[in-house]
C-alpha cells in the first residue's frame, strides 16, 4: 500500500509525514509525499529534526504531483493547515483521501529552541497518527470504512 502526504510546499509537513511513515511503517506499507507548490528544497530544520529522532533523510527532497504519476497511491492525505489559508493540494483519483491538518512549525518566530520544539511538537502529532493508521484493521475494512477511519485518525 503506498500512502501520499500532499501539502503546498513539500518541503516541511508532508516530507516530515514521508519520513516517519517510512521509518515507523510495516513491511508493505510505503510513504512519498509531494506538493502543489513545491519549494524546490526541503526546509533545513526538518532535515535536522528528523536526524535528532534518529530518522533517516536519505532520498528526501521537495517534489511535485508528476513524482508519484508511474505510481499512483493508494491513499491521499493532505497535511496542510486550513486554518492557516492555505490552498489544500486535492488528487483526483481513485485514491481514497483524508486531511490530517498540521499547523506548520516553520511559520513559528522565535528562537531556535522554540523553532525546535515546534517541529518536533509536529513530528509527535505526526507519529501519533502513524501508529494509529497502522493499528487499523485493513482486510476489514472496505473504502467507506477506511475513509471514517482516516478521518478519526486526524483527530488525534
Not at 529552541?113 to 493508521?133: N, V
Request: net charge negative; hydrophobic share 45%; glycine share 6%.
Amino acid at each position: 500500500m503506498k500512502v501520499l502526504f500532499m501539502c503546498t510546499a513539500n518541503s516541511c509537513r508532508s516530507i516530515l509525514s514521508e519520513a516517519l511513515f517510512n521509518h515507523l511503517a510495516p513491511p508493505g506499507l510505503e510513504a512519498i509525499s509531494s506538493g502543489s507548490f513545491p519549494k524546490g528544497q526541503v526546509l533545513p530544520r526538518s532535515l535536522s529534526i528528523l536526524q535528532a529522532a534518529g530518522i533517516s533523510t536519505e532520498g528526501l527532497y521537495s517534489k511535485g504531483n508528476d513524482a508519484f504519476e508511474s505510481s499512483p497511491p493508494d491513499i491521499v492525505i493532505s497535511v496542510c493547515d486550513k486554518a492557516a489559508g492555505e490552498a489544500c493540494p486535492v488528487y483526483f483519483g481513485p485514491a481514497i483521501k483524508a486531511h490530517w491538518g498540521l499547523e506548520d512549525p516553520s511559520d513559528v518566530h522565535g528562537d531556535d529552541a522554540s523553532l525546535d520544539a515546534a517541529f518536533t511538537a509536529t513530528l509527535e502529532i505526526i507519529a501519533t497518527r502513524c501508529r494509529a493508521f497502522f493499528d487499523l484493521p485493513f482486510t476489514r475494512l472496505n473504502p467507506a470504512e477506511l475513509k471514517a477511519e482516516l478521518d478519526r485518525i486526524a483527530l488525534l
